[in-house]
């Protein structure tokens, strides 16, 4: 990969805490450190809608690159704008970037989940090559009619971390979810299923954004008052690194309630501290975690949910972990092992980003 030609488009600042953004800001980090100049392009505006703003920054920004530049842009600053995309692709070397399919967001209607389609078939069939964060995600892409040949999986990176050490030996079980409150986390199922576990011991934190989807994160927020949970379910907001961290290292389970995940980087990141997982069968996370590591139940069935997680909780604050709890966590530890770091990932990301643009090569500045 040239050293002065790589250009990657985000919609809005990088430094968003989601796991798309993460992904994107690794892998960045990743190529700078290996001396690759790669120069980032935040994107203004509204996305995937693409409102004035956005389509004047994309179609501005695209017509500012040299010609024969390698482009990578995030399939959510670029899948529902096709007829911004289409006349770059014979000028610039443009691959997608594809976290998670548009129509792939819970809560479409029939007819936006078809016009999400034919519009992101319409925006990849103008890219020369599309890298997906998953090989499930890889799969959705060609059934878009995107060619084998033009598609590379690469998956996400895990730091190394030391196993979890709990909420401490007095104190309940406590659960963690890491997402951001949107309809597509699934957390209104997970306070359903926590409803039926009220006479259990535990304690939930939810963390993570809570203005991605206000109307949502508002409308839990009241389901857990009703529910008589409020002082046993946490939501402390998007939280930094650090404090994701220390948020891992005192829990007990981590559980994600997904409907549909292109990967799911915080699954690996429990796996990487020994956390039984408990989650859903929705897109790429049976890819994702290890059959003997996690117990994964139908995206929405909160029955199923609490299910799972009864299974994993002691029937008394400060018990040892249940037999399952204490397989799982087994199995994940086993796991970690076997997970890429970012150096691998990045190296992958690299290789890939070549693969697909050696065709046109000669065509560079």
């Known amino acids: 990969m040239s050293a002065a030609d790589l250009h990657f488009l985000v919609p809005g600042p990088l430094d968003q805490r989601t796991g798309g953004y993460i992904y994107d800001a690794r892998i960045v980090d990743g190529l700078r450190r290996r001396r690759r100049e790669v120069a980032v392009h935040e994107l203004a505006g509204e996305f995937p809608a693409g409102d004035a703003r956005a389509r004047s920054s994309l179609a501005g920004t695209l017509a500012g ?35 998670l399919l548009l129509a792939d967001e819970t809560g479409l209607d029939a007819a936006q989940h078809d016009r999400f389609v034919a519009l992101e078939r319409d925006a990849l069939a ?75 011991p535990w304690s939930c934190v939810c963390a993570g954004s809570l203005s991605r989807a206000p109307a949502f994160a508002r409308a839990v927020e009241r389901q857990v008052r009703a529910a008589g949970l409020a002082a046993r379910i946490a939501f402390p907001g998007e939280c930094d690194a650090e404090a994701v961290a220390a948020l891992y290292d005192a829990s007990s389970v981590f559980v994600l309630p997904s409907h549909a995940e292109g990967f799911g980087m915080v699954l690996t990141e429990a796996l990487a501290r020994g956390l039984p997982v ?45 037999e399952p709890a204490a397989r799982l966590a087994a199995a994940a530890r086993r796991h970690a092992a076997s997970l890429p770091d970012w150096e691998e990932a990045t190296d992958k990301f690299a290789a890939a980003v070549a693969d697909l643009t050696a065709a046109g090569q000669e065509s560079a500045p």
Do not use: F, N, W, Y
Not at 158 to 170: E, H, I, K, M
Not at 289 to 314: C, E, I, K, Q
């Open 278 to 322: 408990v989650s859903t069968t929705g897109g790429a996370i049976p890819h994702t975690v290890p059959a003997d590591a996690g117990l994964l139940v139908a995206p929405g069935d909160d029955a199923a949910l609490a299910g799972a997680l009864a299974r994993l909780l002691p029937s008394a604050p400060g018990g040892p972990p249940t």
């Open 65 to 99: 690159l040299p010609a024969g530049a390698r482009v990578v842009i995030d399939g959510l600053a670029m899948g529902a704008l096709p007829e911004l995309v289409r006349p770059e692709g014979a000028r610039l070397r443009l691959l997608a970037l594809v976290h």
């Open 126 to 200: 103008a890219c020369t090559g599309v890298l997906a964060t998953s090989a499930c995600t890889a799969e959705r892409v060609a059934e878009l009619g995107v060619a084998a040949a033009a598609i590379r999986a690469v998956p996400p990176g895990t730091d190394p971390a030391p196993p979890a050490a709990g909420p401490g030996p007095d104190a309940p079980p406590r659960l963690l979810c890491v997402a951001s409150v949107t309809p597509r986390k699934g957390q209104d199922v997970l306070v359903r299923a926590l409803e039926r576990l009220a006479d259990r």
